[in-house]
């Protein structure tokens, strides 16, 4: 076998990494913890590429990732797969898991067209993994360590023998962590390979400061090594420098191809925003409050501003109230801007294909930056 290591700098490659998994189910114990509240719903996921297949993009792989796991919270995970195999028939599908459930829906996951998962595996001792982790949740609550860590390296196994034998090509990405699982690592690439893994990717932890606790940096010697002992056993690529990008921030796993925040885009049939608001001014209404609907969007000569005011119609409260007002007064909008919204609209927008944003602050800079802006004025006029 032949270490490839990763470059400095890719070329932009022909995949999208989605942040779909909202809830997390373990926490390193040397990182801070994830910010999971940023996750795309399944509507919002593909509104979101399909803007980007709009203006031409070429992405042939879609990977299913952060900021918690894929697999904590399946029924969005498999939605989004099932919208995505439906949609676009032809699209790679993967995700990146710890492997916690993954044997269990194997065979779910291989039947909405899964072909590659990504398992995180930094160790197969349970006493090296409660070193490694704070925290463990298998399911909805947290269980003691010594449990959970016993029940993680056992699920890891079963994942990677279970995918395999679905057709799902298994890839293992291991952070060695000085001085804690590095003497480990050969041996990690020599066991899943022989449970099925085809592929390792080999990451050097990267302490997050100074002052924080934990390892220290990974010697590029040992590093090469390392490579070196796990590529008797793999396909090794190196990873030079870990870094723990947040896919909200800078979507890094899809390369030079998708840079900036993973925010909704206009589309040719959603072309406008809506935005509630009391002032006129600002976004500082409760979506439940509302009794108008300002529209903002492109004008003939392509400037942004507010076209028009839609009244919210009355009805019942429920999940229908929330299709009458997408029906009424969204039908060409692509994201909604609020204060406060609750839950329930959230997902039935999202489904709608129009991404519900909350915050309170400036609307003409909020919906410039929605259209690639920057947070500016554009002297449009206000509703009265």
Not at 282 to 288: P, R, T, V
Request: hydrophobic share 40%; with cysteine.
């Amino acid at each position: 076998m032949t270490i490839l290591p990763f470059p400095a700098t890719r070329p932009p490659e022909p995949r999208l990494t989605l942040p779909m998994a909202a809830r997390a189910n373990n926490r390193i114990r040397f990182l801070p913890m994830a910010r999971v509240t940023g996750a795309l719903r399944p509507g919002e996921a593909m509104s979101y590429l399909e803007s980007l297949l709009e203006e031409g993009r070429d992405i042939r792989r879609v990977i299913l990732e952060g900021p918690g796991d894929p697999l904590a919270d399946i029924e969005p995970t498999l939605e989004t797969l099932e919208l995505l195999r439906s949609l676009y028939p032809e699209m790679e599908l993967s995700l990146t898991t710890l492997g916690l459930g993954a044997a269990d829906h194997a065979a779910d996951l291989a039947a909405r067209g899964v072909s590659e998962a990504t398992l995180l595996v930094d160790t197969l001792e349970a006493a090296t993994a409660a070193d490694l982790y704070a925290w463990i949740r298998p399911g909805r609550r947290t269980i003691p360590l010594p449990q959970s860590t016993a029940l993680l390296v056992t699920e890891q196994r079963k994942a990677v023998e279970t995918l395999a034998r679905h057709g799902i090509r298994v890839h293992v990405r291991t952070t060695v962590y000085p001085g804690i699982n590095e003497d480990q690592v050969e041996e990690i690439a020599r066991h899943m390979a022989g449970l099925g893994s085809s592929s390792m990717t080999l990451v050097p932890f990267s302490p997050p400061g100074e002052d924080q606790e934990g390892p220290g940096a990974l010697d590029e010697a040992r590093l090469d090594q390392l490579g070196k002992q796990c590529a008797n056993y793999l396909e090794v690529t190196i990873l030079r420098e870990e870094k723990q990008p947040d896919p909200l921030s800078d979507n890094a796993d899809s390369a030079a191809a998708f840079p900036g925040p993973i925010l909704p885009r206009p589309t040719r049939e959603r072309p406008n925003v809506a935005v509630v608001s009391g002032s006129g001014m600002e976004i500082d209404l409760h979506l439940g409050q509302a009794d108008r609907i300002l529209i903002y969007g492109p004008r003939e000569d392509g400037l942004t501003c507010l076209l028009e005011a839609r009244p919210v119609p009355a009805t019942e409260k429920g999940a229908s109230r929330w299709e009458t007002l997408a029906e009424a007064c969204l039908k060409d909008c692509f994201a909604l801007l609020a204060a406060h919204a609750g839950e329930a609209p959230k997902k039935v927008l999202a489904s709608l294909g129009i991404r519900v944003l909350t915050m309170e602050d400036n609307i003409e800079g909020t919906v410039d930056v929605l259209y690639g802006g920057g947070k500016k004025k554009q002297g449009c006029a206000q509703p009265a």
